[in-house]
């Protein structure tokens, strides 16, 4: 089993749509978690970072962590075609720390 | 991009050839890493660096190693490259361990 799981999609959404993806993990130790935002054929980039559990807003994204059930969640409102992308969750923490484990990416696509 | 720069970005080699590829930043992060991304995997740690000289393994570091010279460069070398080994390498940087950036990729094809 894969310390981080994440449902590879694909999800196609309509523009304007509330979107919410989502990851599991299993190892307790782990603190940190991240969202990243990666278009195609480019680098990763950092989206949101949070620490432990509760919410953290940037604009129109929302990222939630719930460690008591080990579930994390990336929420975008009013989603806009430019949000056409795939999506990594990744944790980090105790006998890991500094090095980040990722679910296998959701690919979002949000149509016009 | 933080200032991160990977060269090659892409690269077509044959089985049983060495290869080193190349991550350099501007940013002097004095962490730095090596991914690979495949289908149905995500990205997996290969290698990293926790300064100059100093560098651990990864979840799948077997058939590669690492160099690290200098704060800007990190450079992984495939010793003999294996098809297993087609992939796309992302190198990150990161200041403060938990905030990770990461290059463009450089896209390997072993033959």
């Known amino acids: 089993q894969k310390e981080v799981e994440q449902d590879p999609g694909p999800l196609s959404v309509p523009e304007g749509a509330i979107v919410s993806l989502n990851c599991t993990y299993s190892?307790?130790?782990?603190?940190?978690f991240m969202w990243y935002r990666q278009y195609s054929r480019k680098g990763p980039e950092l989206l949101m970072y949070t620490y432990s559990s509760g919410n953290k807003e940037d604009g129109r994204f929302t990222a939630q962590v719930d460690k008591s059930s080990k579930y994390i969640s990336l929420f975008i409102r009013d989603s806009q075609p430019s949000d056409s992308a795939t999506y990594l969750c990744a944790s980090e923490g105790g006998t890991s720390y500094g090095k980040l484990t990722f679910g296998q990416g959701t690919i979002l696509t949000v149509h016009p | 991009d933080a200032g991160i720069t990977q060269s090659p970005r892409h690269k077509v080699t044959e089985t049983g050839t060495p290869v080193t590829l190349r991550c350099h930043q501007t940013?002097?992060?004095?962490?730095m890493y090596w991914y690979r991304q495949d289908p149905g995997h995500g990205l997996r740690l290969i290698h990293y660096?926790?300064?100059?000289?100093?560098?651990d393994k990864g979840e799948v570091s077997d058939g590669y190693s690492v160099s690290r010279s200098k704060t800007e460069d990190f450079l992984l070398t495939l010793e003999s490259a294996t098809s297993s080994q087609t992939s796309v390498y992302f190198c990150a940087t990161s200041g403060g361990r938990h905030e990770q950036f990461f290059g463009p990729g450089t896209r390997l094809t072993v033959l």
């Open positions: 660096s926790y300064g100059v000289k100093d560098t």
């Open positions: 940013e002097n992060h004095r962490y």
């Open positions: 190892n307790s130790a782990f603190q940190y």
